[in-house]
């Protein structure tokens, strides 16, 4: 399987996969339970909510290990398997994509906030220099640093994947429209000093994911676009704005809405189109028909 920076050569949009979390609560996982924890007790599990979106269609399918790092692994006593927790979402997904889909390692935030004392930048370095190696070694194309909202987090995050492997390196972002009309993260983090720290820190895609629907997220790339004119962009957008309704949230927009909306991201200057909170295979696959009219599912 070629890099990821390859398969975009010459225009090429590529489709990625949707949510997880979703899937792994419908199949049993308690809201006390480590999400992470079933790629050693559920592999089966797991590996078919992976091909579902690879049935689906994507291009590119992520990892059961967005709470991977040792420091959201340590409350459900699990801080000693990090390396092997990691391993197996790699492979489970690697399974699940065979030669035709590319994998992209999972890293999302850990809660841990260097500026606040709570933890050394050494030791978040090294905490996700050991989530990546068991990514990398599971077998993954590329890693996915995800749901950022702290610059200094995601800079130390993308750097530890950096320093352990020569594969490529994503970066995304969350943001938030505030009173203002801007597009901020939940720690005042503006979309430009969001892309100057990832550009900085040597990732080779950039972009956002969760917190918008689409529509949302073409004013973000819109923005992206001004001040980064090659680097390629990521976007896994939400099926909507969340509500709660009988005491859940969720999330409004349709596959067949949310695919009405998708050539838009494509024409904001998004490269990598895929689905966040609320969206299923169905999703995906209607994105897939819209943005890349000649591809079909399996």
Known sequence: MGKILDRLKGGNI??????????????????????????????DDVFEIARSYVEAGADIILTNSFGGSPFKLEPYGLKDQVYKINRAAAEISRKAAEDKVMV?????????????????????????????RGLIEGGVDGLLVETMSDIQESTLAVKAAKSVSDLEVVCTFTFERTQSNEYRTMMGTTVAEAVESARTADADIIGANCGNGIAGMVDIVREIRKME????????????????????????????????????LVEAGANIVGGCCGTTPEHIRLILQAVKPGKHAI
């Open 14 to 43: 590529l489709v990625s996969d949707g949510a997880w979390g979703t899937f792994l609560h419908q199949r049993g996982l308690s809201t006390d339970e480590c999400p992470e924890s079933w790629n050693l007790t559920r592999p």
């Open 104 to 132: 992209l390692g999972s890293m999302g935030p850990t809660g841990k906030m260097v500026f606040m004392g709570e933890i050394s930048e050494e030791e978040l370095l090294e905490g996700f220099k050991e989530q990546a």
């Open 229 to 264: 004119k090659n680097l390629p962009i990521l976007v896994h957008a939400n099926a909507g704005l969340p509500h709660y309704q009988d005491g859940q949230t969720v999330f409004p927009e349709t596959p067949v809405e949310m695919a009405s909306q998708a050539k838009s």
